[in-house]
């Protein structure tokens, strides 16, 4: 018997003429997630079989496969020959200690049809065989301790007992580029994750406001940028310099449309970022109604500083729904430790919750914005982000 792991791709499926690019899209997302533990993977009727390297750690393998977009579920599986002799003899081989004292019921598929017994008859023989080959074991098809389930696939039969689910969504890079806008709060990161799920492959863009924002907070925005990157594979966060340009702000604008003014700021060198590195689409944590800036009116205010599309997966979201991803991905506890962002150091103490685009505009313009722009452009610092780091 070979050990590996058997995954399952869910909304592939659906896909037609275009599955192929889905396909090995998904295959290289794989190959380079586990990197290092896998000898080879492969793809055949929405099945993927993904070879361990000699000695491979399984749980890890599991553990990281579990993050790959795209894939459904995935499970350790032990591989034998399309033989229901040496199906029962292996699955009595695999299950004579574990079944002991236990109920367990048979569930069987047939996806090569060219197999002489079909899944009712696969579940009746090897049920039965089970339970006369081994002590002390029950049949429960209702609340069974232990499921098996066994596959008669193409290049062999798989038994196995257990199957963990994954995110699902389409492979990271399938979707397009975008720019995902990153704070050290719980919003952003969720929305990258998001936009990730759905075959967006990410760059971020993070906006810095050193000294008063402090070392720390950035690195806390680097630590989960490195979270992000276990969904996504590597990227590359831009650090974009922005004490200047609140400073700048603060003094010559009004105080309640500061934020607006300075949010414009954001998405106008976000787009730049995107120009340069290929990317179509910017992605915020924004959520209606959540802040000030969040309004419809808010919205309008910072849409319209871009031309290109801005996606914003949390738009129709609550908190708790919000946290509940966060805590789902990993990102909750690192984005709740109590670092600044730039947004709350300078924050109005009356902002402004419908505000006009021309009003914004006519605050802005009392500023050399693109010369503004340009110098923070010129000073981002690019980190490179791996999960490896974390
Ligand atoms: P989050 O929890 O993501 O910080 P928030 O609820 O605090 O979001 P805002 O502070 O209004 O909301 O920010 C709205 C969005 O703007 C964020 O979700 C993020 O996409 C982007 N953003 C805010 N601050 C920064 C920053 N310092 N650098 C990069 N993007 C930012
Ligand atoms: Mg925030």
Sequence with gaps: MRKLLLGKCGELALKGLNRRNFEDQLLKNIR???????????????????????DADFYEMLEKAKNVFGLKSVSVVYQTE????????????LLKDKLNGKSFKVEAKRADKTFP?????????????????I????????????????????????????????????PVGTGGRGVLLLSGGIDSPVAG???????????????????????????????????????????????VPFTDIQLAIGEKCREDMMTLVMRRFMM??????????????LVTGE?????????????????????????RPLIGMDKTEITEISRKMEAFETSILP????????????????????????????????????????????VHISAEDL
């Design 193 to 239: 994750f998001m936009m990730a799920k759905r075959g967006l492959k990410l760059e971020a863009v993070h906006f810095y406001s050193y000294p008063y924002t402090s070392e720390r907070a950035k690195q806390k925005v680097i630590s989960l940028a490195r979270i992000i990157a276990k969904y996504t594979g590597p990227y590359r966060l831009h650090i």
């Design 287 to 311: 959520s209606l109604g959540q802040v000030a800036s969040q309004t419809i009116e808010g919205l309008q205010v910072t849409n319209s500083a871009v031309g290109i599309p801005v996606f």
């Design 82 to 93: 399309k033989d229901m002799d040496t199906i029962k003899a292996d699955a009595l081989t």
């Design 339 to 382: 670092y600044e962002d730039c947004c709350t150091v300078f924050t109005p103490k009356h902002p402004k919750l419908h505000p006009r685009v021309k009003d914004v505009i006519f605050e802005e313009q009392k500023l050399d914005m693109d010369a503004m722009i340009e110098e923070a452009v010129q000073n981002i610092e690019r």
């Design 135 to 170: 002590e002390n074991v029950t049949v429960n098809v209702q609340n069974p301790d232990i499921q098996v389930m066994v596959e008669v696939r193409e290049k062999g039969a798989y038994i196995y007992f257990e199957k963990e689910e994954c995110h699902g969504g389409l």
């Design 268 to 281: 106008k060198i976000s787009e730049r970022v995107a120009q340069n590195n290929n990317c179509g689409a």
């Design 117 to 133: 017994l079909n899944s009712p008859a696969i579940c009746r023989e090897l049920g039965g065989f089970l339970h006369d080959n």
């Design 32 to 54: 380079n997630q586990l990197k290092g533990l896998l000898k080879s993977v492969s793809i055949h009727q929405s099945a993927i079989y993904i070879e361990p390297e000699e």
